[in-house]
């Protein structure tokens, strides 16, 4: 019985103990309970997700065929010599234009010259015999009318006359065949153009089917030839019949695409690479195209006519479809189904969207149906922000605002 009174006054002592040392800690914790209520507030508006959108547009876009294209002058003519002879004079020099039928080289002319010469003596020799024939077929006409000669002797006057004119004839084809070979010492430009590498010296000789003393290309108008697949050829017929198209030559360094017009299509495919080879034509006043140089070239085939476009960041490629992510007007998002109709470049062409409606780029992998967002600014330089309306601006403010 002492024992029992014993424990019971331990275990008395050890309650009254406990229950003192207790009371602050029971304060504390009822005073975070009477807080706990205000964090779901906290949580929900810490839950929503922060994106950047654009406005999905309408507009015309074009049917683009994309290829390799190398660019081509339309003439390009390298100049040799026609006759054995030596170069005197070079009057232009490397990478200078030229004018069509401007003079570029002399070759030493005096043998032609001499050549010349001794054909226009012959030429004055032959017309002073033709002019005695002619005399005597007169006298010998007058004296067949007195009857002192017989016809026999006028024919053969005649005959005589005809032919010193035949001779003269010879001669006067004579001087012009002379002329030819001399002007063969004084090489025109075949055309306009830009002179290249002049190969040549004063006192070089030249031989007929030589070197070539220069090449001079046509740069304005230029052209630019490339292949495509068999299964648009006649897209690009047809684009041809439309009166050529626009076609767009991009250069790797960035400068301004180029536009011209289609000009020739192949008239057979080829049976080893299953292409065919297409020319386009473009102006060049400015030479951003230069011979030899690599461009992306893009051939507009089609129109498609008030195409919904959004950006190819902003599509989602998944194992149920295309989707991408819609902003409602409660700042919520929602999947939304899309068909790709066609795609170059930033952009896309889309159906099962509205021009207009708020379209999630950055921050949509962590997006799922109806989930709160939060806009925030595009990076400086991001492709979301060069296509972002002032409207979508307003919305952004609007959806910061949010609970």
Not at 247 to 275: C, Y
Not at 310 to 339: C, F, H, L, M, W
């Amino acid at each position: 019985m002492n024992r029992l009174s014993k424990g019971a006054l331990v275990l008395t002592g050890a309650l009254v103990v406990l229950a003192g040392c207790s009371k602050e800690p029971v304060a504390e914790v009822a005073a975070a309970g009477a807080s706990a209520p205000a964090a779901p507030a906290s949580a929900a508006s810490g839950g929503a997700v922060s994106v950047t959108t654009v406005r999905a547009q309408k507009r015309d876009v074009d049917v683009m065929l994309e290829a390799t294209g190398t660019v081509t002058p339309l003439n390009s003519v390298d100049v040799r010599s026609q006759v054995a002879s030596v170069i005197t004079k070079v009057h232009i020099k490397e990478g200078q234009f030229v004018k069509a039928g401007e003079v570029m080289f002399t070759l030493d002319a005096r043998n032609d010259e001499v050549i010349l010469a001794k054909a226009q003596a012959q030429l004055a020799k032959d017309q002073a015999a033709l002019a005695d024939a002619q005399r005597a077929l007169a006298r010998n006409r007058d004296l067949l009318a007195q009857n002192f000669i017989s016809q026999g002797a006028v024919d053969t006057s005649q005959t005589a006359v005809e032919t010193q004119q035949a001779v003269v004839t010879a001669d006067r084809a004579a001087i012009e065949a002379a002329k030819v070979g001399l002007g063969y010492n004084r090489i025109l430009a075949p055309g306009a153009g830009r002179a290249g590498q002049v190969n040549v010296y004063p006192g070089t000789t030249v031989q007929p089917g030589g070197n070539a003393l220069v090449t001079i290309t046509q740069l304005d108008p230029i052209a630019v030839s490339f292949s495509l697949p068999q299964r648009n050829l006649n897209d690009a017929l047809a684009t041809m019949r439309a009166g050529g198209g626009k076609v767009l030559a991009v250069l790797p360094e960035g400068h301004t695409p180029q536009v011209g017009k289609l000009q020739f299509v192949d008239n057979v495919v080829d049976p080893n690479s299953g292409t065919v080879k297409v020319k386009a034509q473009f102006a060049n006043a400015k030479e951003a195209l230069w011979p030899g140089a690599f461009v992306t070239v893009r051939l507009a085939v089609s129109t498609l006519k008030d195409a919904v476009i959004v950006p190819q960041a902003s599509v989602i490629q998944g194992p149920r479809g295309t989707i991408v992510y819609v902003v409602d007007a409660q700042n919520k998002a929602a999947a939304r189904p899309i068909e790709i109709v066609y795609a170059s470049g930033m952009d896309a062409a889309v159906t099962g969207v509205q021009a207009g409606e708020r379209i999630v780029v950055d921050g949509r992998q962590n997006l799922r149906n109806g989930v709160a967002v939060m806009e925030r600014a595009a990076s400086a330089g991001g492709g979301a922000s060069g296509a972002r309306g002032a409207s979508s601006g307003a919305s952004s403010a609007s959806a910061a605002a949010t609970p």
